[in-house]
């Protein structure tokens, strides 16, 4: 008497593996293509457009779908984004950025913040870049409660320089 069960095919257990590994793939590359699309909306200023016009260094940035100008720059050579902020009155520079760039903290303050009062620490950034414009010796805060992957670009910095927006573009001129 034979027996009516069989053992699976071989190559339909490699073609199962296949298709799962086929739709894994093709899962992962959409979540890194849709994943890099959003980081390219939140921020557009990845490769900031820069030149001299002169002797003067310009910068142009394209605002991002909230209306925010977003940036990469650097603070003391290491890479940074910032997200400029007129209505602030200094760098706010969030705890775990300011530990990774080793900025000191130094006098302790109070600052007053969308959310409210809250401790913060003096400090000083050697050197600022925003594609080519550069700042030194620039006036900033490390704000422990500040929970952002982003660092204010406020007015300590920006009050140097010169502005000029135009159809979703600020132009930035040192």
Known sequence: MTSQHSTPDSS?????WFAWFAWIALLAILYLWFGDLLERQQNPNMNVHSYRDGGRAVVELQQNRAGMY???????GQQVTFMLDTGATQVAI???IADNLGLNRGTPMMVRTANGTARAYATRIDELRLGDIHLQNVA??????YQSEQILLG?????????NQQNRVLTIYQ
């Open 12 to 16: 339909a257990k490699v073609g199962k």
């Open 140 to 145: 900033g805060t490390i704000v422990p409660g």
């Open 70 to 76: 977003v940036a990469n720059g650097q603070i003391n």
């Open 94 to 96: 969030p705890s775990a």
């Open 155 to 163: 007015m300590s910095a920006l009050s140097t320089l010169e502005f």
